[in-house]
């Protein structure tokens, strides 16, 4: 199965968690079970972690991004060292939250929305 395949279905997006709880769980499980799944999110958390640990340097509130860097570095360590099996696991069991993903999904928005607020404010 391709990513797209995981993402999209009927033309919509299935990672909406706050209006697709279920999709999005549904998404979650059939990502988990990909051969590549463990090494993307590894990658990807490594990925960001690059990201903000050099934007740390670059910005006025440079606590801000390290803090965000320390927390997908910590993630990245956590997901190598429990391992794919392990990843696999816990992946399976989050999906199962399935209608608790709707209040997770505005948690999530609420939050982002806070950070991007204050480092664009903190910019200008």
Same mark, same amino acid.
């Given at each position: 199965?391709?990513?797209?395949?995981?993402?999209?279905?009927?033309?919509?997006?299935?990672?909406? @968690?706050?209006?697709?709880?279920? !999709?999005?769980?549904?998404?979650?499980? !059939?990502?988990?079970?990909?051969?590549?799944?463990?090494?993307?999110?590894?990658?990807? !958390?490594?990925?960001?972690?690059?990201?903000?640990?050099?934007?740390?340097?670059?910005?006025?509130?440079?606590?801000?991004?390290?803090?965000?860097?320390?927390?997908?570095?910590?993630?990245?360590?956590?997901?190598?060292?429990?391992?794919?099996?392990?990843? !696999?696991? @816990?992946?399976?069991?989050?999906?199962?939250?399935?209608?608790?993903?709707?209040?997770?999904?505005?948690?999530?928005?609420?939050?982002?929305?806070?950070?991007?607020?204050?480092?664009?404010?903190? @910019?200008?």
């Amino acid at each position: 199965m391709d990513f797209t395949a995981i993402c999209h279905a009927d033309g919509r997006f299935w990672g909406w @968690m706050l209006l697709w709880p279920l !999709r999005f769980a549904a998404a979650v499980q !059939r990502f988990s079970e990909q051969s590549w799944f463990h090494r993307f999110e590894v990658a990807s !958390r490594m990925a960001l972690a690059l990201l903000f640990s050099g934007l740390a340097y670059w910005q006025p509130e440079q606590w801000l991004f390290a803090l965000m860097a320390l927390i997908l570095w910590l993630g990245t360590l956590f997901l190598i060292l429990v391992g794919p099996a392990k990843h !696999r696991q @816990m992946a399976s069991r989050i999906a199962a939250w399935g209608p608790a993903f709707r209040w997770l999904g505005l948690v999530v928005l609420l939050v982002a929305a806070a950070l991007i607020s204050y480092a664009v404010n903190a @910019m200008f």
